[in-house]
């Protein structure tokens, strides 16, 4: 079990630490993520690709170089770790001072409102120059990490409340680390009053290690003299896969500067592991076999478990047998057999699918712009508490203050989710076609002491040397009358003039 947690907090470290970065350009950061109606070019990709139908009238964008990076949880802050230094939290009724003082079942209500103590990343490093858009066209790509690390609620409890509030704790923790490379293409199609976008994106998967959910389960059950459980834990590898995703997006023309739309990324995303490529190939050595000798690497080895092949998956099992005082200096109390690879094959014989889900986000939101301003909210939710996404709604709100046309400011808060609420601020350096943008978000907090993370992103673009204009430009009144009509400048003689029907006046009826 010790070696458990050692992972764990080896991917804690790995994650929040050296790895800590997600894909968001530096507008949506300092704008909270309000987005879905006001991003421009290749930046659409992900938010609402119809928005791709509005850029006809615009040059050319493309990604020269782009830094995100983040790091965050679902409890740490400085204020929250000052509160609990050398201080005594107690559950309500526990303190002879204060009997109102609850303290601890606040804290405790935190973590499970959150389902544990949960750790979550996903890490977008988009290629430079490969980011490309055109007219109403796109060609994006990303180096994906993703990962989820949740601490069940029962380990928590059992902290807290010593044997616990209930008598049977779930203690089963959830662990996914994966790597994908994402292409996508994307196009949109105006129409007169509105426009639609797809992206198709193409899912190499490059590396998987997680606990297999369906065949995992860990118990601690209490009483008031003694504890006892048991667990069982399945743990998959995979290098390479491949799958399909697919992301949809309707927006609607702008009226009198508002705009409004709706999308849904990740409509069809699925990834299907330790299947033949290039990426299991060149891990797999010459024999094209993974779990032998000539093995440019193996995962499971290379994390201290077992060599497996892509049929085999790493159990691990564990049993405590009736904890209490008297037997706690006892070590046959708990019992566990080493990690052992396992074939991983239905009744059949044949190996398991292994198949992961790209989790789906669903946004909705307007926008209103003029030459001063542009202010921009969105709600969107997941589907499913996996990875980034979040199965509850939150809601976001930005502000772009355009006075300066060089120097965009931008402040934008959103509200709900799995950060509860966040704070970005940013701006843009606009010069020729180059295009610097910087943005810097609170995680779960609104100033430095209370925040339980951070996003930091960075982005240099360039364009045409005209610059992208926010509007195609249109005739001011100016320029002189529209010309005639071809054929009724040629059906007159110089110096005659007709009659509504096209007919030539007479002198008696020009007068």
Not at 240 to 248: A, E, I, M, P, V
Not at 396 to 415: C, T
Not at 500 to 507: D, F, K, M, V, Y
Request: charged letters at 20%; aromatic letters at 14%; hydrophobic letters at 40%.
């Amino acid at each position: 079990m010790k070696k458990i947690f050692y992972y764990c907090s080896i991917f804690i470290m790995i994650q929040n630490i050296v790895l800590g970065q997600i894909k968001r350009d530096p507008r949506s950061v300092a704008m909270a993520n309000a987005y879905g109606t006001i991003a421009d070019g290749f930046f659409a990709v992900g938010y609402n690709p119809a928005m791709l139908a509005y850029q006809q009238d615009k040059p050319f964008m493309l990604q020269l170089f782009g830094v995100d990076m983040g790091i965050g949880g679902n409890f740490i802050s400085l204020q929250k770790l000052n509160s609990l230094s050398g201080d005594t939290i107690y559950a309500a009724g526990e303190n002879p001072k204060n009997p109102y003082d609850d303290s601890k079942d606040r804290l405790f209500r935190q973590f499970d409102d959150a389902g544990g103590l949960a750790f979550r990343q996903d890490i977008h490093l988009p290629l430079p120059i490969i980011n490309y858009s055109s007219g109403n066209m796109a060609f994006t790509s990303n180096l994906i990490w993703m990962s989820n690390l949740v601490f069940p609620i029962g380990i928590l409890e059992l902290l807290f409340y010593g044997n616990g509030q209930r008598s049977d704790m779930n203690m089963t923790f959830n662990v996914e680390v994966f790597g994908v490379n994402e292409l996508g293409f994307t196009f949109a199609v105006p129409y007169d009053r509105f426009a639609l976008g797809v992206t198709v994106k193409y899912l190499q998967g490059l590396f998987y290690f997680g606990v297999d959910p369906d065949s995992s389960r860990a118990n601690l059950v209490t009483s008031d003299y003694y504890l006892y459980g048991s667990g069982k834990y399945l743990f998959r590898f995979g290098v390479g896969g491949s799958g399909l995703g697919l992301d949809l997006g309707f927006v609607t023309k702008e009226y009198n500067g508002f705009r409004a739309g709706v999308s849904l990324i990740n409509a069809l995303g699925v990834i299907e592991w330790n299947k033949k490529g290039l990426m299991r190939d060149l891990v797999a050595g010459p024999d094209g076999s993974m779990g032998t000798d000539d093995d440019l690497f193996n995962p499971s080895a290379f994390l201290g478990f077992p060599a497996i092949n892509e049929y085999q998956a790493i159990s691990y099992e564990y049993t405590i047998d009736s904890v209490n005082a008297e037997g706690l200096s006892n070590p046959a109390i708990f019992t566990s057999e080493p990690f052992k690879a396992v074939d991983n094959v239905d009744p059949d014989g044949k190996p398991k699918e292994f198949k992961t889900n790209y989790p789906a986000i669903f946004r909705a939101g307007g926008s209103y712009s003029n030459e001063l301003f542009i202010i921009s909210s969105d709600i969107w939710t997941g589907f499913a508490d996996q990875l980034y996404a979040h199965a509850g709604w939150r809601w976001s709100i930005g502000f772009e203050f355009l006075k300066f046309p060089n120097i965009p400011l931008r402040v934008g808060y959103a509200y709900g989710g799995p950060t509860f609420q966040e704070l970005g601020l940013g701006f843009g350096y606009h010069m020729g076609p180059m295009i610097f943008d910087f943005g810097f978000g609170f995680k779960n907090g609104l100033w430095i002491h209370s925040m339980q993370g951070l996003n930091l992103s960075l982005q240099l673009t360039m364009t045409s040397f005209k610059g992208r204009n926010k509007k195609p430009e249109t005739p001011s009144d100016g320029d002189g009358p529209a010309p005639l009509p071809e054929d009724a400048a040629t059906d007159e003689e110089p110096g005659e003039e007709s009659d509504s029907n096209g007919e030539s006046l007479t002198g008696e009826e020009k007068q």
